[in-house]
């Protein structure tokens, strides 16, 4: 399910839009070709009689009830879960059904942590723990290009501060940081200063 464009405000631009990385599909999809194979080798090896039909039957609806539990709905929570960052705030949402979205300005984020594990390291991917102000901590998990996208965060998490800066001690003479500018993944990229 694509994520819908009327969540933004006018001014608001999506600078990177991911979903969980694709590892996550790995189990679900591992679970259907299990359960397409427990199904095929019980439809082979049980006799073609009553009691043959029916123990397939019986092995077939346990093993549609795993395919869609641990197989289909993990694939359909993966594929409608969505980390999006704006160059105003970070929205989270999934759910299927019913749906859950959260939003965190970026003016609000006062802490952005990552953690890999050993398998997150050999794919790239990572879970990012964004804290903000006065609010509880949200969890990215499975981030592809985790690297890159908390190093993005901080940078429009800075820029965002330099346009709106909190501090009244700022001198007007301060000449203004320019925005970042987009370059590969939607990335932010800081300008090079001539001088």
Known sequence: ???PDDVLTDEEEVVLHLHPHWKAAIRPVLMLAI???VTIVAWVMLPMNRGGH???AVV???MLYQAVRYGVRPLVIWRCTHYVVTDER??????VIARERRDLPLNRVNDHAMTQSLVD???GSGTLTVDSIGDRAAVLAAVPHA???QTLLYELIEHERLRHPDDEDLEDDEPETPAPRRGLFGRAARRSEAG
């Open 54 to 56: 029916l123990a397939f």
């Open 121 to 123: 390291r050999l794919f």
């Open 147 to 149: 690297h890159e996208v």
């Open 35 to 37: 359960a397409l194979g």
């Open 1 to 3: 399910m694509p994520f």
């Open 90 to 95: 970070i929205l989270l949402q999934d759910g």
């Open 60 to 62: 077939a609806v346990i």
